[in-house]
């Protein structure tokens, strides 16, 4: 996949999705009161046209090489180091190509959902990587798009660590496209403002009454609760799972001070908390 097919499979989720869930958030939202033009918007529009446009196309061969080339290489070395396999018969066995595409979307999902949820948890407990992530929960009202505020660091970031299973595993170039379709939906469907329910099923998979109160200005764990991506199965072996019948109150950040609303300082935060550390 090109950075190009890449982008365009944002555009047409944007254009196709967009007024489905503007729709669906107009026939039941969860909070009524909340408004299709919410405070705010234009910075999420912003954040998601630069992400997904001009960041990805910058982006897109540097994470590239690091998934495709380098990452190999790095982990090579570290299993040639702890296991007796020379890391050129290593490297000579990957990436396995899967007989059967039901395994290989079976190993895909599961390998990208732990990652992520172990990515997501460090981007909490680690003030370097929160830098970056803070800006994900300065949303106070969600909705479809408020999902799509993130820094590009931390995407790629996030990029780098879920991408580990494509350095063992062959996935086609269409098989990639709609990874990103999928992750990109995810994203509106985890955030909006349509309630709606998933039954059983909604205890296990992600969904977006959960995910709401990952974005409770309150930590009901030590350093936030529902990490998860795709399911909800790490946060309930690892003990960071938290729901109740309804949804927060209060989104957003619990030191909403600290943070800056403007969307310059907001783009160079991370590095001027960097140079602070540095200058302290
Ligand atoms: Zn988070
Ligand atoms: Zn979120």
Redesign the pocket.
């Known amino acids: 996949m090109n950075w190009l097919s890449e982008t365009f499979s944002h555009h047409w989720m944007f254009l196709l999705m967009g007024p489905v869930y503007i729709a669906l958030e107009a026939i039941r939202p969860i909070k009524r009161e909340q408004k299709l033009f919410r405070g705010e918007l234009g910075q999420d529009i912003f954040w998601y046209v630069l992400n997904n446009v001009y960041i990805d196309a910058l982006l897109y061969y540097a994470r590239v090489y690091i998934t495709l080339h380098l990452a190999p290489k790095i982990w090579a070395r570290v299993i040639g180091f702890i296991t007796p396999f020379s890391t050129e018969n290593f490297l000579s066995q990957f990436p396995t190509k899967l007989d059967s595409t039901f395994l290989l979307v079976i190993i895909i999902f599961f390998s990208r959902d732990f990652l992520s949820y172990w990515a ?1 948890y460090f ?2 407990r680690l003030k370097f990587l929160w830098n970056f ?1 803070i800006l ?2 300065s949303v106070k009202e969600l909705d479809w798009l408020s999902g799509h505020r993130s820094y590009w660091l931390d995407g790629l970031i996030f990029d780098l660590i879920i991408s580990l299973p494509l350095v063992f595993i062959e996935v086609s170039e269409e098989g990639l496209t709609l990874i990103a379709l999928w992750e990109t939906h995810l994203q509106f469907f985890i955030h909006t403002n349509y309630k709606y329910s998933l039954g059983y099923l909604g205890k296990w998979l992600n969904n977006n009454q959960i995910h709401w109160w ?2 409770s200005v309150r930590n009901h764990h030590k350093y ?1 609760q529902n ?1 998860g991506s795709y399911t909800l199965i790490w946060d309930r072996i690892f003990g960071t799972y938290y729901a109740e019948d309804n949804v927060p109150d209060a989104i957003g950040l619990n030191d909403p001070a600290s943070y800056p609303s403007n969307i310059i300082k907001r783009f160079f935060y991370p590095f001027t908390r960097l140079m602070n550390l540095f200058k302290k």
Request: hydrophobic letters at 20%.
């Open positions: 997501h981007a909490h992530h994900h929960h990952h974005h936030g990490f």
